[in-house]
Structure formats: structure tokens, C-alpha cells
């Protein structure tokens, strides 16, 4: 597996009007630039998840006897990561001991969502939102359930 650099090119973003209209497009242009950028469809996230890789894939990579993340559940992560609809927040990315890849939308102590990846093509979800919890396992075959697209969808709104 090699790493994967995209590089969005810079438009310039100007405005020929001098209306509230014409300040509200640019306005808007700009937001949804960000939100583009910084969304799972442009590479950094998959540049992540190999650095987590690169870093977790021998065994006690921990010091605690941890065991490797296999290139099959990297595999699963990436192929999870581009389920996702355009414009989804990136998540962070790490590993667990036992070997998962786990990804987390975090927006505040209150609105977090933690999805680990088995080798085994199961998701093991955990929410917090508000004071609402949400956890459960459930299958992965290439797409993303309604009920965890919900909560990404929940946790990341601004």
C-alpha cells in the first residue's frame, strides 16, 4: 500500500458584485470550498489511515502485546471511508490493541461518534449526543447503514 497525496488546486474566489447577493455567493463558495477540502474525497483521510498503518501494523506495536492492524481491515477502513457521501467530515483515525482501525467524529464532550473496524467486516459503533448514548455492532458489505450515516450526520452539524 502506498501513500495517496492530492492536491487541491487554488481557485481564487472573487466577487464582480458589490450586492448583499453577490456577498452571500461568495460567502457560500467559500464554505462549502472548506467543507470539500476537508471532506473524506480528496485523500488526506487515506493518507492517515496508512500513516496508522505504517505505525500499528507489527505486532505489540503498543509495548502491551498489542496485535497488528492487518492489511484486510485497512483494506475494510479505506473501502468504509469511500462509502461515504461527498462532503462527510473526515474522521480521526487510530488503532486499537486488538487490531481494529478505529475512526472518530468528535465535535464536543457531548457529540462524538467512535466506529472501530474488525477484520471480520463488523462496525462497533459508540455515540454520545447530548445525553443520549448509542452503541451497537453491525455488518459492513461495501455500504454504510442509514443509522451510522445518522449519526455521523448528527455529531458533525456546525
Known amino acids: 500500500m502506498s501513500a495517496i497525496t492530492v492536491q487541491i488546486p ?30 473524506i474525497s ?31 481491515t485497512v483494506s475494510l ?11 462527510t467530515p473526515s474522521p480521526s483515525f487510530g488503532a486499537e490493541p486488538d487490531g481494529h482501525i478505529t475512526m472518530e467524529w468528535h465535535h464536543s464532550p457531548f457529540r462524538t461518534l467512535s466506529i472501530s473496524i474488525s477484520p471480520e467486516k463488523k462496525l462497533h459503533f459508540a455515540a454520545l449526543i447530548g445525553a443520549n448514548s448509542y452503541y451497537g455492532t453491525e455488518n459492513f458489505y461495501g455500504e454504510i447503514s442509514r443509522n451510522i450515516q445518522d449519526l455521523i450526520n448528527r455529531v458533525s452539524k456546525s
Open 10 to 39: 487554488s481557485l481564487p474566489i472573487s466577487s464582480r458584485g458589490w450586492s448583499d447577493a453577490a456577498d452571500f455567493i461568495s460567502e457560500e463558495i467559500t464554505k462549502t470550498r472548506k467543507k470539500l477540502e476537508d471532506s
Open 77 to 87: 477502513a479505506g473501502e468504509f471511508l469511500s462509502s461515504l457521501p461527498l462532503g
Open 42 to 72: 480528496f485523500g488526506q483521510p487515506l493518507n492517515e489511515l496508512y500513516q496508522v498503518y505504517q505505525e500499528c501494523r507489527n505486532p505489540d506495536w503498543d509495548g502491551y502485546n498489542a496485535y497488528p492492524v492487518l492489511p484486510d
